[in-house]
């Protein structure tokens, strides 16, 4: 799988599973996907070598979704 969809797949989680209704603004999280499950991790999450690790933030209504980290065997 490509880092592409890596982020879509977080994107997915962040957006759906993770926000609760009520967030408008302010909802910062990292999110580890191996692309088939996504986790809610910490900024020092040292990600396997099939994981990445995206930032995902709510900032002025806008949603930003980054990468942070990769694993060794994650490609783009």
């Known amino acids: 799988m490509d ?3 890596y982020q879509e797949h977080a ?6 599973q993770s926000m609760p209704d ?3 603004e302010d909802w910062d999280r990292y999110i580890c996907t191996d692309g088939q499950d ?3 991790v910490k900024a020092n999450y ?3 070598p099939t994981e990445a690790v995206f930032s995902c933030r709510i900032h ?3 949603t930003n ?12």
């Open 3 to 5: 880092l592409a969809a």
């Open 11 to 16: 994107t997915g989680y962040y957006l759906i």
């Open 22 to 24: 009520n967030v408008a």
């Open 38 to 40: 996504c986790k809610e």
């Open 46 to 48: 040292l990600p396997t």
């Open 60 to 62: 002025g209504g806008r």
């Open 65 to 76: 979704v980054e990468l942070w980290k990769t694993g060794a065997g994650v490609r783009e």
